[in-house]
């Protein structure tokens, strides 16, 4: 089965700041990746599809990158609502995430 | 607006089926798409235990398989999730939510969560 590995597990930072997550996954997988944020006792939210491709009203600065076996969640300019983990998901080959990473205030 | 409830007992005795129900508001399960289980244990991350269409097909994650079950219920509009023979392991928030695109997809909707409690 497929495995994914997200980076960092925990990452710190200020509102304003850029950050970046990877998702590796254990073999080629194409675009076939999505991302998720998740809060505090709520369901994860859908956020991006095929790896780039933002879902509707998700906020431009998220965006999405890279295919094969490397992936990149980025965040422009974070805002206060952004502070959450966040998860990856591949669908190539049946269905797994990665273990998530949690944004938190520096 | 799709919406999803899940239902059923918050505690179960360990060797015994856990039993989900989840309903579908705002969308015909009869008009498509897959619908799907995820589990989150506390403080842990997501698992895909399995989905199905509205013909019955399912498809279920290699490691749960053999004590899964998943079934559709259109007329109610809704499907459900049995699994067997549950141990402390299977303690989690359940979710059910709607697969976006074929059989192996992201999941654009998704229901509340119900956290399944396995103790004696």
């Known amino acids: 089965d497929i495995q994914l590995t997200q980076s960092p597990s925990t990452l710190s930072a200020s509102v304003g700041d850029r950050v970046s997550i990877t998702c590796r996954a254990s073999?080629?997988?194409?675009?076939?990746l999505a991302w998720y944020q998740q809060k505090p006792g709520k369901a994860p939210k859908f956020l991006i599809y095929?790896?780039?491709s933002l879902e509707s009203g998700v906020p431009s600065r998220l965006s999405g990158s890279g295919s094969g076996t490397e992936f990149t969640l980025t965040i422009s300019s974070l805002q206060p609502d952004d502070f959450a983990t966040y998860y990856c998901q591949q669908y190539e080959s049946y269905s797994t995430f990665g273990q998530g990473t949690k944004l938190e205030i520096k | 607006q799709v919406q999803l409830q899940e239902s059923g007992p918050g505690l179960v005795k360990p060797s015994e089926t856990l039993s989900l129900t989840c309903t579908v508001s705002?969308?015909?399960?009869?008009?498509?798409?897959?619908w799907g289980w995820i589990r989150q244990p506390p403080g842990k991350g997501l698992e895909w235990i399995g989905s199905?269409?509205?013909?019955?097909?399912?498809s279920y994650n290699p490691s749960l398989q053999s004590r899964v079950t998943i079934s559709v219920f259109t007329s109610k509009n809704q499907f459900s999730l049995k699994l067997t023979s549950v141990t402390a392991a299977d303690t989690a928030m359940y979710y059910c939510?709607?697969?976006?695109?074929?059989?192996?997809?992201?999941?654009?909707?998704w229901g509340q969560g119900t956290l399944v409690t396995v103790s004696s």
């Open positions: 199905i269409f509205q013909s019955g097909y399912v």
């Open positions: 095929k790896a780039s």
């Open positions: 705002g969308y015909s399960i009869a008009n498509g798409h897959f």
């Open positions: 073999q080629n997988i194409g675009s076939w």
């Open positions: 939510a709607r697969v976006a695109l074929g059989t192996s997809s992201y999941f654009d909707y």
